[in-house]
């Protein structure tokens, strides 16, 4: 796990493999989305999970549209002015929930920095409209950083879903190259926020083999269990495009475990972390 500069042309190793998605459930919701051309980041995101996660009734939808005003080095989400912001959006999203009988809901949006309120009014009102058309489904909100501004949290801590989480995504000494407009620190201070504010649970996200070092990994864990965070996601970077940073190392499914144990006796409530784990990953059991 040391800072180890791979040749980007090797083949990905055999532990980054997927199995393609199969069974009823899936094959229903599919031909729901495909149907009523409802948006999931699952899809458009190419997520390696697809098939368990829509198996098991859980799906991840991404609202204020699909233009980010940052620019993520990792993420494959285009950049640039946004659209307006649709009202009718949160309607629409707990109607695609509804209809496609999801038990787990999975909210995520782009970054609104362009906005005032930085899209925490829609993501308040998102919750609100899922709650009211589909009651039985529960929620994860994972949520941009708001730049900090607690006002904008609060609105989310208010509305109350099972979990919020927001991704610290990589390591302090990266966190600039790899998150350009986010902080480490702030990243943090969100997260240890939601809980000074009475969120019941919450998760965070990192991604591994960026360049970061073992020690490194292991500092990032501790700061993620002193801002009190109940769950913790760690799985392999894949680059998205070739526009997208390299992928410096795969980790093997053995460091995974080791970092894995190691959160586990920190005392986080759950903890996922294998190569294919995204941040959504087995999301429906880390609300209770």
């Known amino acids: 796990m040391e800072n180890l500069v791979q040749d980007t ?3 990905k190793p055999k532990w980054i493999r997927v199995k393609l998605p199969t069974g009823k459930n899936y094959r229903e919701l599919r031909t729901l989305v495909d149907k009523y051309k409802l948006n999931t980041i699952c899809q458009s ?11 098991e009734g859980t799906a991840t939808f991404m609202i204020l549209g699909n233009i980010c005003t940052r620019s993520c080095g990792f993420c494959g989400v285009k950049t640039g002015k946004p659209l307006d912001v649709n009202w009718d959006e949160p309607e629409k999203v707990a109607r695609s929930i509804k209809l496609m009988k999801i038990k787990h809901a999975v909210l995520t949006s782009v970054d609104r920095d362009d906005l005032k309120d930085m899209g925490s009014i829609l993501w308040a009102e998102t919750v609100n409209a899922v709650r009211r058309i589909s009651p039985s489904t529960t929620m994860e909100t994972l949520i941009p950083d708001f730049q900090g501004i607690t006002k904008h949290i609060d609105r989310l801590v208010d509305v109350a879903p099972e979990v919020i989480s927001h991704n610290m995504e990589t390591v302090k000494r990266l966190t600039r190259e790899v ?6 620190e702030r990243s943090l201070d969100v997260l240890k926020y939601l809980k000074e504010a009475g969120q019941r649970r919450t998760k965070t996200g990192v991604m591994l083999g960026l360049g970061e070092t073992k020690d490194e990994v ?15 996601t760690l799985g392999q970077y894949l680059q998205p495009t070739k ?28 903890v996922e972390s294998s190569p294919l784990v995204r941040s959504s990953y087995h999301a429906e059991k880390h609300i209770h």
């Not at 995101?45 to 198996?55: A, D, R």
């Not at 700061?223 to 009190?228: K, S």
């Not at 475990?257 to 006796?265: P, R």
């Open 45 to 55: 995101g190419s997520c390696p999970n697809m098939g368990e996660c829509w198996g």
């Open 179 to 184: 998150r350009i407009q986010a902080k480490y």
């Open 218 to 232: 292991f500092q990032t864990i501790e700061d993620i269990r002193n801002a009190n965070v109940d769950v913790i």
């Open 9 to 11: 042309t090797v083949q």
């Open 243 to 270: 526009k997208h940073l390299p992928v410096k190392r795969f980790i093997t499914p053995e460091e995974f475990d080791e970092l894995g144990n190691f959160a586990k006796s920190l005392g986080f409530r759950h």
